[in-house]
């Protein structure tokens, strides 16, 4: 089958979610080797300098008040990504302290944005928002600049925490023929479930070390390696104190874990990871 967001062509229709501090260059690789249909960097500030690895074409996810900025960043970067995405659901403190994420309520603001990006980009354009009193207004922007729209249908104040209210997604479904992408407690057992009822799903807390995850999903081989996620953030030059955090994350499911971890934690260099590890 074809599946397609305005001129983007999709293998499948599983996603890995924006995650903070997890899905760098090496782990979304992995992913989408095991079968990942598009993967998404975590959220990227315009504003702030840092080294950005876009060699494997992700959805970039955006957060951001300054158009000026953005519009830079876009020009700067678009040849590089598959996707843009704006973040409208971030439930973290540091969303709220800076005004960013479910925490920009401006219906102003988020037009100028969404303007400044649609205009400076042929790419399809997202945006991803909780359940929200404004939730309806921000579809209504979606219509007019986006060509999908990706929803968490937990409040700010849930956080990750508490049943996702489906019925409010499904709801935002029934308002637009705007393709949806649903994000929240998406795993191996309920992932057929939602692909009957949305678009588009993705898969995030259940995708942390574990990117065998898609290749379960759509019944196909992979082996996960930490090994060769570990010459991949050779290759991309990941700081350590990330890589350390991944070979946590990917010590789920293997035998005396806690051990391992608690190892990890006191490591100080990549040869004693290597000799943990591989």
Excluded at 83 to 102: E, I, Q, R, Y
Aim: with cysteine.
């Amino acid at each position: 089958m074809n599946f397609k967001i305005k001129t983007l062509n999709l293998k499948n229709r599983i996603f890995l979610a924006p995650m903070e501090r997890i899905n760098d260059i090496a782990f979304r690789i992995l992913c989408k080797k095991a079968g990942c249909g598009l993967t998404y960097t975590g959220m990227i500030n315009p504003q702030t300098k840092q080294k950005i690895y876009l060699n494997d074409k992700p959805a970039l996810q955006l957060f951001c008040t300054s158009n000026k900025c953005i519009k830079n960043f876009i020009i700067k970067y678009d040849s590089q990504v598959s996707l843009w995405d704006f973040n409208l659901g971030c439930p973290a403190k540091t969303a709220k302290k800076h005004c960013f994420g479910s925490f920009l309520k401006d219906l102003k603001i988020i037009e100028d944005i969404l303007k400044t990006i649609r205009e400076n980009t042929k790419k399809p354009v997202t945006i991803k928002i909780r359940k929200s009193p404004i939730a309806f207004n921000l579809l209504e922007l979606a219509e007019k600049y986006c060509d999908a729209i990706c929803i968490h249908p937990r409040t700010y104040g849930q956080g990750y925490s508490g049943k996702p209210d489906i019925d409010f997604a499904k709801k935002i479904k029934s308002r637009t023929k705007l393709p949806i992408i649903y994000s929240g407690d998406v795993n191996e057992k309920n992932c057929k479930y939602f692909l009957e009822t949305f678009d588009y799903v993705m898969i995030g807390r259940e995708a942390i070390g574990r990117p065998e995850i898609f290749s379960k999903i759509m019944g196909t081989k992979f082996e996960k390696s930490f090994e060769e996620y570990l010459n991949l953030a050779k290759k991309y030059q990941i700081p350590f104190r990330q890589i350390k955090l991944q070979a946590s994350n990917f010590t789920k499911g293997v035998k005396n874990s806690a051990k391992i971890r608690d190892k990890i934690a006191r490591i100080k260099n990549i040869k004693e990871l290597e000799r943990i590890m591989t």
